[in-house]
């Protein structure tokens, strides 16, 4: 019986500029699960390609995020780093998983219906199966925890649905060859070949929200660049937008509870402790009864402190492009050798062999 060891795997689109909401939510997280976790982070080009089919320039933007990871801390040598559509077996994993997800699962994807707003009729019909390409990311590698922002939370329920689908419709050929792992389902212990994986939507920026509208998630596609703080943003343009962000015009509560009902003075409090790696409480013991026009400046300098080093360091890695596309190479080798005998062993189990 083959055993599941604990893996993390986890991914970023290349679709425009990362921004602290990607920061706070992934990355960040990921460069601390590398001490005690077999990591793999993944740039998802052929996810890329669903909502929008023709880019300017997806490999430098492949290139781009690739640096990101590396300029956030992200060790290659001894975690895994690669771009999706190297590894052909996604894409396989995908086309299988079409077929277990059912037409109803995908009906209620929140993030289906948001992105195809009102045009649904001419959405491509990839962003409507992009949650089966994602739970294939994951599984290729029976990856067991998943860090993300809490946006992605939908798309790993419906990866926990297809693992088990698969586990239970396959019952007996998982056990006729031998494959079954035990694992825990509620109350019962059943034997599956996927692991059920782990949602790993924690701290205090899991979800980040708008500089200019509290009840808004930061994003890249929003149309006003103040909303968002870019990886890329240099100094200043970092502490404008700090400077410009809407807040109420309440000093800061002493405690947590005081956040309720005011987004803006959450969302900040949020984002200065992430970035400080402390509680929202603890930013409020020190902060409570001052004024945004106290608290700003200490939350630009802060951010300013712990962002400026990585867009230094993505400029170095991205002034060798050739240097990235051969540390995405040599990750795709080992995401391969990874991938290739789970795949054979999904093929042996539909009975594609
Ligand atoms: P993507 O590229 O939209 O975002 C990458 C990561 O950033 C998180 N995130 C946020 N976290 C907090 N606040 C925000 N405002 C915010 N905006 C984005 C996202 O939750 C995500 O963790 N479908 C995924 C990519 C993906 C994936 C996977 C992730 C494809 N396959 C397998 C995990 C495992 C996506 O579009 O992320």
């Keep these: 019986m083959t055993e599941i060891k604990p893996r993390v795997f986890s991914g970023v689109q290349p679709t425009g500029n990362l921004h602290l909401g990607n920061y706070l939510g992934a990355i960040k997280r990921w460069v601390a699960l590398q001490a005690s976790h077999e990591c793999i982070y993944c740039v998802v080009d052929l996810h890329a390609i669903t909502a929008q089919l023709v880019h300017d320039d997806l490999p430098g933007q492949i290139r781009e995020i690739a640096a990101a990871f590396i ?3 992200i060790d290659t040598d001894r975690h895994i780093v690669f771009n999706q559509s ?4 996604h894409a396989e994993l995908a086309w299988i998983f079409n077929c277990v997800a059912r037409m109803g699962w995908l009906n209620r994807m929140t993030q289906f219906k948001e992105k195809a707003g009102k045009d649904r009729e001419n959405a491509s019909v990839g962003l409507f199966t992009y949650p089966d390409l994602m739970a294939a990311d994951i599984l290729l590698y029976r990856a067991t925890h998943v860090p993300v922002g809490e946006d992605q939370k939908q798309h790993l329920e419906l990866t926990r649905d297809i693992a088990q689908k698969f586990n239970n419709d396959f019952s007996a050929r998982i056990a006729a060859l031998g494959l079954g792992v035990p694992m825990d389902v509620g109350a019962e212990t059943v034997n599956g070949y996927f692991p059920l994986t782990e949602p790993m939507i924690e701290g205090p920026a899991t979800r980040v929200m708008s500089l200019r509208d509290g009840t808004k998630k ?3 596609s929003d149309p006003s660049d103040l909303s968002r703080i870019n990886l890329t943003d240099d100094a200043d343009a970092i502490s404008r937008k700090i400077r410009k962000a809407k807040t109420d015009p309440d000093a ?6 005081g956040l309720a009902s005011r987004p803006e003075a959450d969302n900040l409090v949020g984002i200065y402790a992430a970035l400080a790696d402390r509680s929202k409480a603890d930013i409020l013991s020190e902060f409570g009864g001052q004024q945004f026009s106290a608290f700003k400046p200490a939350l630009a300098d802060l951010a300013v402190e712990k962002l400026s080093p990585i867009a230094g360091e993505m400029r170095r890695v991205l002034a060798d492009p050739a240097e990235v596309d051969r540390l995405l190479a040599k990750g795709a080798e080992r995401a391969d050798a990874i991938a290739l005998p789970i795949l054979a062993d999904v093929k042996r189990i539909v009975g594609l062999l």
């Excluded at 190297?86 to 077996?89: L, M, N, T, Y």
């Excluded at 800061?252 to 509870?257: G, K, R």
């Design 71 to 73: 300029a956030a801390g």
């Design 218 to 220: 930061m994003s890249k």
């Design 86 to 89: 190297r590894v052909s077996g």
């Design 252 to 257: 800061l509560p002493s405690e947590t509870a």
